[in-house]
DNA sequence: TTCCATTACGCCGCT
DNA sequence: CGTAATGGAA
């Protein structure tokens, strides 16, 4: 065996141990900020120098592709250029690979689709309307998170049915599954979770090529553990159990993906899974300072169940954490701003030194309209991304149709958009058609007149085959993908019609657009066999955190969860109060208040110098105004390292959760009825949420508070008006029908009493 | 068939 | 409040 590496000593002695582990399962528990990253990458880079391993038969699968990437240029440093034969990735792009090349053994082509959530809910939607159910009554969204937790635990179609106790909805989605599950199969796609379950259903079928990757991988590492599910840890445990050769690393108290099916099991029972599997735990911190630490540590311990380890740390004790108390939302981020602004003078950091995490996407926009006009630069991670936006998904589903013809679900998207006079009369006979002689949409559109459709609709429809068969041909041709896609869209009037619509908007759109093509012909340059399926596989499986760049001199914005993994000098935590973080319960389902207490560790273990903590009195919900309680976990944390601004301590009432629950539905949100305190911001700058005007407020007897009769809901009380003048919106609850929103020049409505 | 106005509804997180 | 979906008129 070869002398060990130098890099063996940049290590301490439970990493070490870890490195220098050779076969045989390994758990590293790795708490938070204890060098885990640095663990795996110089783990691979030893077993490649021993000898152990050559880098292609090694597997590591991360939790983003950044991640990946830029553990493989560590790794690269180490050892040098072979650490490009490295098999590295998220699991989905990983086991998408591997499909790729494997797909005609489970009757795929390798030119499949993947389906993100919204196309598989377009899917269910199209499936419920074939089979005359009612998308408003049963929603597509329901619907596919049932199938997605059934596929998660690998709960077939044909079992679904057996599992449950009988209940209609549970007999429709046995049902729909079914359907789905063919349908996809049909439109030769797949979804995300079958990236994870047909390699399973691969390797059940074909041993034989199970034990061509199990030979392969002779090591695999999976991180962050304690967020995979029951799908992902068969799929591994069965690549690995030729070897055992299996490392995991994980800390069971950032777990916070159970949404997605995360079982935290997986690796509480890593050792009873695998008997001679050794444990390491990693419990030194490296990135925060002693205060901070406590903070984590005094909150984590109000959740129940952990595996054994004792964080630490040898850094200084730093300043006590701040908690801010705002009026409002305008208030905090206002109040946020003028912090990062001082401590950049002050104490000299950069813009990219801070991060502002939030629990919900929606809370970034106060933030990003007051550092617009404070001219702070800011990255937003996260939202609404890049490759779900309507003019990409319409691009990219047009050059999908290019490569899997098969895939009706894309072609429904594109074949009227924009529009070119195949309506839904038109669509729906064609679809008809379609399902009733098994063949794609598309081969019946190549055969339009056999399906006597209104002529025309079917001489566009020859127009749109004559069209894309054209671009195959280009494609076919060896044309560059930047070529056929301006020609793409060129030819299709997409381009043309946003021309034509001149909004800002369609402004926006166009430079998505031209940003679409900037990504493809980057693609194509660095790529030496770019094919436009290996592009569309790629691009489906971005991230939103693998676009997070921490060189970009901007405050960063994202959600506790995007931030996994990541660090940084200053972090505020906003907007901690009940219903918000912890989140609020939706349709009478049970908040994991557990799995909330992880998710608050998890932020505040983000940070390394300086943490704010931060809550509002008020908040403004669907347009209202809610009050708001601060959150509970303001009241666990250790109280001797925080303070208020003025630096005095908290009020903390220990016992105001313990107990009993409360009994109101709408706890923790209440109406907003009085002025309860000034805001401390420029009232100048108040731009929205003002009081309406009316000329003769007193003519207008629908204000809030009046009780209405409506001529077809009856009864109720208007709960917020909007609007001015003709625009006037109102906000009743009726007795019998709930919430509605009324014009309230068009209701035919009376204010009774 | 298309376009525009009105209404519904969500705001939990992610591949 | 924001956007998606729907439904009626041109």
């Given at each position: 065996?070869?002398?060990?590496?130098?890099?063996?000593?940049?290590?301490?002695e439970q990493q070490r141990r870890a490195v220098r582990h050779g076969e045989g399962p390994l758990l590293i528990v790795a708490g938070a900020g204890s060098g885990k990253t640095r663990v795996l990458t110089y783990r691979i880079a030893y077993l490649i120098h021993q000898n152990m391993a050559a880098p292609n038969e090694i597997l590591a699968l991360t939790f983003t592709n950044k991640a990946?990437?830029?553990?493989?240029?560590?790794?690269?440093?180490?050892?040098?250029?072979?650490?490009?034969?490295?098999?590295?990735?998220?699991?989905?792009?990983?086991?998408?690979?591997?499909?790729?090349?494997?797909?005609?053994?489970?009757?795929?082509?390798?030119?499949?689709?993947?389906?993100?959530?919204?196309?598989?809910?377009?899917?269910?939607?199209?499936?419920?309307?074939?089979?005359?159910?009612?998308?408003?009554?049963?929603?597509?969204?329901?619907?596919?998170?049932?199938?997605?937790?059934?596929?998660?635990?690998?709960?077939?179609?044909?079992?679904?049915?057996?599992?449950?106790?009988?209940?209609?909805?549970?007999?429709?989605?046995?049902?729909?599954?079914?359907?789905?599950?063919?349908?996809?199969?049909?439109?030769?796609?797949?979804?995300?979770?079958?990236?994870?379950?047909?390699?399973?259903?691969?390797?059940?079928?074909?041993?034989?090529?199970?034990?061509?990757?199990?030979?392969?991988?002779?090591?695999?590492?999976?991180?962050?553990?304690?967020?995979?599910?029951?799908?992902?840890?068969?799929?591994?445990?069965?690549?690995?159990?030729?070897?055992?050769?299996?490392?995991?690393?994980?800390?069971?108290?950032?777990?916070?993906?159970?949404?997605?099916?995360?079982?935290?099991?997986?690796?509480?029972?890593?050792?009873?899974?695998?008997?001679?599997?050794?444990?390491?735990?990693?419990?030194?911190?490296?990135?925060?300072?002693?205060?901070?630490?406590?903070?984590?540590?005094?909150?984590?311990?109000?959740?129940?169940?952990?595996?054994?380890?004792?964080?630490?740390?040898?850094?200084?004790?730093?300043?006590?954490?701040?908690?801010?108390?705002?009026?409002?939302?305008?208030?905090?981020?206002?109040?946020?701003?003028?912090?990062?602004?001082?401590?950049?003078?002050?104490?000299?950091?950069?813009?990219?030194?801070?991060?502002?995490?939030?629990?919900?996407?929606?809370?970034?926009?106060?933030?990003?309209?007051?550092?617009?006009?404070?001219?702070?630069?800011?990255?937003?991670?996260?939202?609404?991304?890049?490759?779900?936006?309507?003019?990409?998904?319409?691009?990219?589903?047009?050059?999908?149709?290019?490569?899997?013809?098969?895939?009706?679900?894309?072609?429904?998207?594109?074949?009227?958009?924009?529009?070119?006079?195949?309506?839904?009369?038109?669509?729906?006979?064609?679809?008809?058609?379609?399902?009733?002689?098994?063949?794609?949409?598309?081969?019946?559109?190549?055969?339009?007149?056999?399906?006597?459709?209104?002529?025309p609709a079917e001489n566009s429809v020859k127009d749109f085959v004559r069209m894309i068969n054209s671009l195959k041909q280009q494609l076919a041709n060896g044309r560059s993908l930047v070529e056929v896609t301006k020609q793409l869209l060129d030819e299709s009037g997409y381009m043309k019609s946003l021309v034509e619509e001149n909004s800002p908007k369609s402004?926006?759109?166009?430079?998505?657009?031209?940003?679409?093509?900037?990504?493809?012909?980057?693609?194509?340059?660095?790529?030496?066999?770019?094919?436009?399926?290996?592009?569309?596989?790629?691009?489906?499986?971005?991230?939103?955190?693998?676009?997070?760049?921490?060189?970009?001199?901007?405050?960063?914005?994202?959600?506790?969860?995007?931030?996994?993994?990541?660090?940084?000098?200053?972090?505020?935590?906003?907007?901690?109060?009940?219903?918000?973080?912890?989140?609020?319960?939706?349709?009478?389902?049970?908040?994991?208040?557990?799995?909330?207490?992880?998710?608050?560790?998890?932020?505040?273990?983000?940070?390394?110098?300086?943490?704010?903590?931060?809550?509002?009195?008020?908040?403004?919900?669907?347009?209202?105004?809610?009050?708001?309680?601060?959150?509970?976990?303001?009241?666990?944390?250790?109280?001797?390292?925080?303070?208020?601004?003025?630096?005095?301590?908290?009020?903390?009432?220990?016992?105001?959760?313990?107990?009993?629950?409360?009994?109101?539905?709408?706890?923790?949100?209440?109406?907003?009825?009085?002025?309860?305190?000034?805001?401390?911001?420029?009232?100048?700058?108040?731009?929205?949420?003002?009081?309406?005007?009316?000329?003769?407020?007193?003519?207008?007897?629908?204000?809030?508070?009046?009780?209405?009769?409506?001529?077809?809901?009856?009864?109720?009380?208007?709960?917020?008006?909007?609007?001015?003048?003709?625009?006037?919106?109102?906000?009743?609850?009726?007795?019998?029908?709930?919430?509605?929103?009324?014009?309230?020049?068009?209701?035919?409505?009376?204010?009774?009493?």
């Amino acid at each position: 065996m070869p002398k060990e590496p130098d890099f063996i000593h940049d290590l301490n002695e439970q990493q070490r141990r870890a490195v220098r582990h050779g076969e045989g399962p390994l758990l590293i528990v790795a708490g938070a900020g204890s060098g885990k990253t640095r663990v795996l990458t110089y783990r691979i880079a030893y077993l490649i120098h021993q000898n152990m391993a050559a880098p292609n038969e090694i597997l590591a699968l991360t939790f983003t592709n950044k991640a990946a990437k830029e553990m493989q240029e560590r790794i690269g440093q180490l050892i040098g250029e072979e650490a490009k034969r490295l098999w590295m990735g998220t699991f989905h792009s990983v086991f998408s690979k591997i499909l790729r090349y494997e797909a005609e053994k489970i009757g795929f082509n390798s030119d499949y689709s993947i389906y993100d959530t919204e196309d598989s809910k377009n899917a269910i939607k199209q499936i419920l309307r074939e089979n005359n159910y009612d998308p408003k009554e049963i929603k597509p969204r329901i619907l596919q998170r049932r199938i997605s937790d059934a596929k998660n635990e690998l709960i077939n179609p044909d079992h679904y049915g057996e599992k449950f106790v009988h209940s209609t909805l549970d007999d429709i989605t046995a049902r729909i599954y079914k359907i789905y599950v063919e349908r996809l199969k049909h439109n030769n796609a797949m979804d995300f979770d079958d990236l994870l379950i047909k390699p399973i259903e691969l390797f059940n079928e074909h041993p034989d090529t199970l034990e061509k990757y199990q030979d392969r991988f002779k090591y695999i590492m999976i991180d962050e553990y304690q967020d995979t599910n029951h799908a992902q840890y068969k799929v591994t445990n069965m690549l690995a159990s030729k070897y055992e050769n299996l490392c995991v690393v994980g800390d069971d108290a950032q777990s916070i993906y159970s949404f997605r099916g995360a079982d935290i099991s997986n690796i509480l029972d890593f050792k009873s899974d695998y008997e001679d599997a050794v444990e390491i735990p990693l419990e030194q911190n490296y990135r925060s300072t002693k205060a901070i630490l406590k903070a984590a540590d005094s909150i984590i311990k109000n959740n129940s169940k952990q595996l054994d380890k004792t964080l630490w740390t040898d850094n200084d004790m730093g300043d006590t954490i701040t908690v801010l108390d705002n009026y409002d939302e305008r208030d905090e981020a206002n109040r946020v701003a003028n912090y990062i602004q001082d401590l950049k003078m002050r104490k000299g950091y950069d813009y990219n030194d801070f991060a502002i995490l939030y629990r919900t996407n929606y809370q970034s926009r106060v933030f990003e309209e007051t550092f617009r006009r404070k001219g702070i630069t800011y990255q937003l991670v996260g939202g609404l991304s890049f490759y779900q936006r309507k003019e990409i998904k319409d691009v990219l589903a047009y050059l999908t149709l290019l490569i899997n013809p098969e895939d009706d679900t894309n072609l429904m998207r594109i074949i009227n958009e924009p529009s070119r006079g195949i309506g839904q009369k038109s669509l729906s006979d064609l679809m008809n058609r379609a399902r009733q002689t098994g063949q794609s949409l598309w081969r019946i559109l190549e055969n339009v007149e056999e399906a006597d459709v209104y002529k025309p609709a079917e001489n566009s429809v020859k127009d749109f085959v004559r069209m894309i068969n054209s671009l195959k041909q280009q494609l076919a041709n060896g044309r560059s993908l930047v070529e056929v896609t301006k020609q793409l869209l060129d030819e299709s009037g997409y381009m043309k019609s946003l021309v034509e619509e001149n909004s800002p908007k369609s402004m926006t759109r166009r430079e998505n657009i031209l940003e679409l093509q900037n990504a493809i012909s980057y693609f194509e340059k660095n790529n030496d066999n770019a094919t436009l399926s290996s592009f569309l596989q790629e691009i489906s499986l971005i991230t939103d955190t693998d676009k997070y760049d921490e060189e970009k001199p901007a405050v960063t914005m994202m959600t506790v969860h995007a931030a996994k993994g990541l660090e940084f000098p200053v972090v505020f935590i906003v907007g901690l109060e009940e219903e918000l973080f912890p989140v609020g319960s939706r349709n009478n389902e049970d908040v994991n208040i557990e799995e909330e207490r992880r998710l608050f560790y998890v932020a505040i273990t983000r940070a390394e110098q300086e943490l704010f903590f931060s809550h509002c009195r008020s908040r403004y919900k669907y347009g209202e105004e809610q009050r708001k309680t601060r959150s509970r976990f303001l009241d666990e944390v250790s109280s001797d390292v925080v303070r208020t601004e003025t630096g005095s301590s908290i009020n903390q009432d220990k016992n105001r959760f313990s107990g009993k629950k409360n009994s109101s539905p709408n706890n923790g949100d209440t109406k907003v009825e009085y002025d309860w305190k000034k805001p401390l911001y420029d009232k100048n700058n108040r731009s929205s949420h003002t009081q309406i005007h009316y000329d003769n407020p007193d003519e207008d007897p629908f204000q809030v508070g009046a009780k209405v009769i409506h001529n077809v809901f009856g009864q109720g009380k208007i709960i917020s008006r909007s609007g001015q003048g003709e625009r006037t919106k109102v906000v009743v609850f009726f007795k019998e029908r709930g919430r509605k929103t009324l014009m309230l020049r068009a209701a035919k409505m009376q204010v009774v009493g």
